[in-house]
């Protein structure tokens, strides 16, 4: 499996951290950025991202993230 990482700083990536790059971005995007560059290319803290992780996860509207059980 090709190890995926921040595309700015080379940090490992978590499969969240893919997944809600590819729901902010793009779909199709095959590079990422972490979770600490996403919030800094939108602006936002790292917290917010969180918590939008978190979002996803427990209302399952998203199909890029697995649901919680
Ligand atoms: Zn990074």
Known sequence: ???N???KCGAKLSSDE???????FSRAAV?????????EYLRVTREDLEKLIEYYHRTGVCSLFAKWE
């Not at 893919?18 to 902010?24: F, G, N, S």
């Open 1 to 3: 499996m090709i190890e």
């Open 5 to 7: 990482r921040c595309r």
């Open 18 to 24: 893919i997944a809600l790059y590819r729901k902010l």
């Open 31 to 39: 590079t990422y950025f972490c979770l600490d560059h996403q919030a």
